[in-house]
């Protein structure tokens, strides 16, 4: 069926393999009208996608040292565009997204405009020149631009600390969905998330992450649009949700008026279980200062910039021409989730609060509601929540709560699709986390692996010895990840916005002018990275312990002051030290230009 | 000037073009966000509303795009082009 080179087939193997992921969802909604339980629905889905995901990983095994962090550089624009796209979008986009835009609005969608804008950055400041550099890793390009180990091992730092913080997120995400898709406490479910994340990576490396996201990223896009668009046409909005809800949008702002926002007292609120949030903000309404919303999109924007493992699929282009065409491609894919997660919004809080529409619970007796069988559902999965608190009898806005998951996962069982939907909305939930855990664990063993064990410690050592050590890190350090996340210390988006700003507070500057300024020196870069990552990291604190912070910084955005204060440390440390040797200078020159040889040799 | 200053120097106004329209569409428009929202935009939707769901995010998309385009002339242009495929 499939004949000569692998990369010449792309188009036919994925073709094929949506064509079977398709016919799989078609077959699955026929076994459950044959009577086949929600259970085993869900069981087979997430088995069945995790399996195939497997069979990739080991078939992409590889013994060589440029296959195993940069997928040989062969990975064409199209096809590292949706791979970075699955890498990209995590747990936290899929799941909890749009119930962030459902329950804040227009102040919580700074994220959708700094989570795209940032590769507009990548793209003209960074991607294309780390390509042409032949870097491995991003502390490979710290420390032979700058020079010297110190360097090269605070950039391994700070992209520890910023990866490791949202990679307990993205294995939480993964334990979650596992131990509801396959019913087993989150304490293993976890681990089984875990095995299943190192299955991809293990023995292919950048090359097997690369061909995982990929079918990932078509499992999870599906996922995430098949819903939205089936239930745009179901309740009549109108076929392709995305340019006809203006009425929809319009009319959730009538309700907002008739309703009006009435606030809980403090003691009504300590009956509603841990978690669960009342829509307390309008929909579509400017709801938010502008410095509140830039600053937080900013800070997304500068983190995207400064996140290894988005950064090193660039390494993976065939080109530097490609490297720039494939940020393009990226974000294309990201924009198909992105633009429909404000949809699902709507839709969701449409279909809920209009007293009009069949499944609108708002205006109905309480009683009534707890009598539904969606809302006994997902009240025992603890996402939803209603409470008679001014004893009317009827049910308020106010008196409505539900988990920002819900909006995804419980939507569709409200607009009454079938329950094969849930089942491939959980696939697509746990694509989305694994291909992020996968590329922010490989992000941390490759650095370790190639910066410190190799570059550091060991420079002599063959290739079989350092895929060892890597293949070894790789193991140790999702281990790690899982454990702290079966302790579930902190939710799901504040630990992945947490790594955004430690990203930006260490790395943005000194990624950015090591190619955009040739002054800057060694000096300045261990100024930067490290004043800047600790001044970001003690700002956080200092503001988790009661501070009251200043400029309308909050916990979100302390990237902003840890970048402002690496940029000047880095200034003024480069300025007051001798300029970089002639060779760097002209190391830097050389990176500029986009033809030519790499600065580092293919293997290295 | 050697062609490689002069490269660099088309290459940093390329950026600099990109950078102010990454501006407007990332930060300019929402520091007028509630003004603007009163407008009726694309579709329907309220203005700002658009931007922020679709607007932006597309634009951004598109400018990518433009932006290696125009890098790609440019390396062209000098004689630094990479033979070869994407």
């Known amino acids: 069926m499939i004949k000569g080179n692998f990369i010449d087939n792309l188009p036919k193997v994925y073709g094929i393999y949506t064509g079977g992921f398709l016919a799989f969802i078609i077959i699955m909604s026929i076994a459950e009208q044959m009577g086949m339980t929600a259970k085993t629905i869900g069981i087979c889905f997430v088995a069945f996608t995790v399996a195939i995901y497997a069979i990739i990983g080991y078939l992409s095994r590889t013994a060589q040292a440029d296959a195993y962090y940069v997928a040989g550089r062969q990975v064409p624009t199209v096809f590292n565009g949706m791979a970075t796209a699955a890498d990209w979008m995590s747990g936290a986009s899929f799941v909890a997204m749009a119930g962030g835009i459902y329950f804040k609005g227009y102040g919580y969608m700074a994220l959708l405009v700094g989570w795209t804008g940032g590769y507009v950055l990548v793209a003209s400041l960074l991607a294309p020149y780390l390509r042409k550099f032949g870097c491995y890793t991003v502390p490979d390009f710290i420390g032979t631009r700058y020079g010297g180990n110190l360097t090269r091992f605070l950039a391994v730092v700070v992209l520890t600390v910023a990866s490791f913080t949202y990679v307990t997120a993205q294995i939480n995400a993964t334990g979650t969905i596992a131990s509801v898709a396959l019913d087993i406490p989150f304490q293993y479910a976890v681990y089984v998330g875990l095995v299943s994340i190192l299955l991809c990576s293990m023995l292919g490396g950048m090359r097997g992450v690369t061909w995982t996201q990929v079918a990932q990223y078509i499992v999870l896009i599906i996922a995430y649009l098949l819903p939205v668009f089936w239930i745009s046409n179901k309740m009549g909005a109108g076929f392709f949700p995305h340019f006809m809800l203006a009425d929809e949008v319009a009319r959730i702002g009538e309700l907002e008026q008739q309703f009006g926002f009435i606030k809980n007292s403090a003691a009504d609120l300590a009956n509603v279980p841990k978690g669960l949030a009342g829509i307390t903000k309008a929909h579509s309404a400017v709801n938010a200062s502008p410095w509140a919303f830039i600053s937080l999109a900013l800070a997304m924007m500068m983190g995207t910039a400064s996140l290894p493992h988005v950064m090193m699929r660039y390494f993976t282009t065939p080109s530097v021409k490609a490297a720039r065409k494939s940020v393009g491609w990226s974000l294309f894919f990201i924009f198909l989730l992105y633009s429909s997660a404000p949809m699902l919004a709507t839709l969701s809080k449409l279909s809920l609060i209009d007293p009009s529409l069949p499944t609108g619970i708002i205006g109905k007796s309480i009683a009534e509601v707890q009598a539904i069988d969606w809302y006994q559902n997902w009240n025992q999965a603890n996402l939803m929540f209603v409470s008679d608190f001014n004893g009317n009898g009827t049910l308020e806005l106010n008196e409505f709560f539900m988990g920002g998951k819900a909006v995804v996962l419980a939507t569709p069982e409200i607009a009454g699709l079938p329950y094969v939907i849930s089942g491939l909305v959980a696939a697509g939930g746990m694509a989305a986390a694994m291909s992020t855990a996968d590329g922010l664990i490989l992000a941390i063993a490759n650095a370790i692996s190639h910066d410190v064990y190799y570059k550091i410690i060991d420079p002599k050592a063959e290739t079989a010895k350092r895929l060892v050590v890597a293949r070894v890190l790789l193991v140790v350090i999702g281990f790690a990840g899982a454990t702290i996340a079966a302790m579930e210390i902190q939710g799901i988006l504040g630990s992945v916005i947490w790594a955004f700003d430690f990203a930006m507070s260490g790395l943005f500057f000194p990624l950015v002018l090591g190619v955009w300024w040739k002054r800057a020196n060694r000096e300045g870069a261990i100024a930067g990275m490290a004043l800047g990552l600790i001044s970001g990291a003690g700002y956080l604190i200092w503001v988790r312990t009661g501070g009251s912070g200043f400029l309308g910084i909050t916990q979100l955005t302390f990237g902003i002051f840890g970048s402002a204060v690496s940029l000047v440390a880095m200034v003024v440390v480069s300025l007051i030290t001798s300029e970089p040797s002639a060779a760097t200078q002209r190391m830097v020159d050389e990176v500029r230009v986009p033809s030519g040889k790499s600065i580092l040799g293919k293997q290295h | ?86």
């Open chain 2, 1 to 86: 000037m050697s062609k490689q200053a002069q490269h660099w120097e088309k290459s940093r106004g390329l950026l600099l073009i990109t950078l102010a329209i990454w501006f407007v569409f990332s930060i300019g428009i929402f520091l007028f966000g509630a003004e603007m929202n009163e407008v009726t935009g694309p579709f329907g939707y309220p203005l700002t509303y658009w931007f922020t769901c679709q607007g932006s995010l597309g634009a951004f998309v598109i400018l990518i795009f433009w932006f290696a385009n125009r890098q790609e002339k440019i390396d062209e242009e000098f004689g630094f082009s990479e033979r070869g495929d994407d």
